[in-house]
């Protein structure tokens, strides 16, 4: 079964502009990561955060992470057309490493 | 530096066939492996999940079969296969510890016909 569940589905933005993605998953986790992936290819790592951790940063990426709410977001600043991918979060938790996705999220980036 | 190597990239096979899907780290030692599966424009499933040789863990009920010769070697196998077993294949690799990243193989697109 899935764990984490992104929202939107879908999302059109215009180079420049800031893209921000949600996830949600249900039960405890150890730490969460999103993923990137370009049509047709396999998944790469962009940022993990612990949850232990409230916000993290990476060049343009910022994760933020609530506990209490079961969710997390994903803010991608000044966008580039080189941006548009899917983006998935996972999940890791209990007693394993085991990585549970979402569904992933559509970018597009209009140049 | 660790690498991860899944092939075929591409395969066309008729309904009923088997199928062996052959995925290799190179450079760490004992990692956590995975098979993922991804219907078009669908998230991730997890298939299989491998923490050492021989021990995998089925995720879902399915027509397919995984097994882990050695350390840094995952199959992924079926003895007839199904039009529903038609996909996109991923192998990764992550080391064995709670905190760390996934590494992805470049996939397996799986057409059955």
């Known amino acids: 079964s899935q764990q984490g569940e992104e929202d939107p589905q879908a999302l059109s933005i215009q180079e420049g502009e800031n893209a921000t993605m949600n996830c949600s998953y249900k039960?405890?986790?150890?730490?969460l990561q999103w993923y990137r992936q370009n049509s047709g290819r396999g998944l790469v790592h962009l940022i993990l955060?612990?949850?232990?951790?409230r916000e993290k940063h990476s060049g343009r990426l910022r994760v933020t992470l609530d506990t209490s709410k079961k969710s997390s977001s994903l803010l991608i600043t000044a966008s580039r057309a080189a941006d548009t991918a899917s983006y998935f979060c996972a999940t890791t938790g209990g007693a394993n490493s085991k990585l549970t996705f979402g569904k992933g999220i559509t970018l597009s980036v209009r140049p | 530096s660790q690498t991860i190597h899944q092939w075929p990239a591409t395969l066309v096979q008729p309904v009923g066939s088997p199928l062996s899907l052959e995925c290799t780290v190179e450079g760490t030692s004992n990692p956590n492996l995975y098979w993922y599966r991804q219907a078009a424009g669908r998230g991730l499933q997890l298939l299989f999940y491998s923490v050492g040789i021989g021990q995998i863990s089925s995720e879902v009920p399915q027509n397919l079969s995984a097994s882990r010769p050695q350390d840094r070697q995952f199959i992924l196998s079926s003895k007839k296969l199904l039009l529903s077993d038609s996909g996109f294949y991923l192998c990764?690799?992550?080391?064995?510890?709670?905190?760390?990243?996934?590494?992805f193989g470049q996939g397996t697109r799986l057409t059955v016909v």
């Open positions: 039960t405890s986790i150890n730490n």
């Open positions: 955060i612990r949850s232990n951790e």
């Open positions: 990764a690799w992550s080391v064995g510890r709670r905190d760390t990243e996934a590494f």
